[in-house]
């Protein structure tokens, strides 16, 4: 079993960034095959944003956010990152981070069906 809890949610202005942590528990985070963060905003699917696997050997990323995040894993901590620059308004939603105990290949990195584990979520606001 894995406990994914997130962080680091809050409001930010348009342009500016916010860093968002996920701390894993129950396995060591170097065991966990492929970490990813989705988003779901009001009255909306939740989404793909990038996903992560076991020694950062493949990154992917949503189109809609390539080129301003930034998922970083540090095993020492046991901890997953999301780096997220250059914000805008309809960046704002629930950022969750999901665990896959497979390793993901990019065609399903973005399907949430093969992710196991889900945090609960913290919320992003970005104000323009």
């Known amino acids: 079993q894995v406990l994914l809890v997130e962080s680091g949610g809050g409001l930010a202005q348009a342009g500016g960034s916010l860093r968002l942590s996920c701390a894993a528990s129950g396995r060591t985070l170097s065991s966990i095959a492929t970490m990813a963060w989705f988003r779901q905003a009001l009255g909306k699917e939740r989404e793909f944003v990038g996903a992560v696997t076991r020694r950062d050997i493949t990154t992917y990323y949503a189109d809609s956010v390539k080129g301003r995040f930034t998922i970083s894993r540090d095993n020492a901590k046991n901890t997953v990152y999301l780096q997220m620059n250059s914000l805008k308004p309809e960046g704002t939603a629930i950022y969750y981070c999901?665990?896959?105990?497979?390793?993901?290949?990019?065609?399903?990195?973005?399907?949430?069906?093969?992710?196991?584990?889900w945090g609960q979520g913290t919320q992003v606001t970005v104000s323009s």
């Open positions: 999901a665990a896959s105990k497979v390793v993901l290949a990019i065609p399903r990195m973005s399907a949430q069906s093969w992710y196991d584990y």
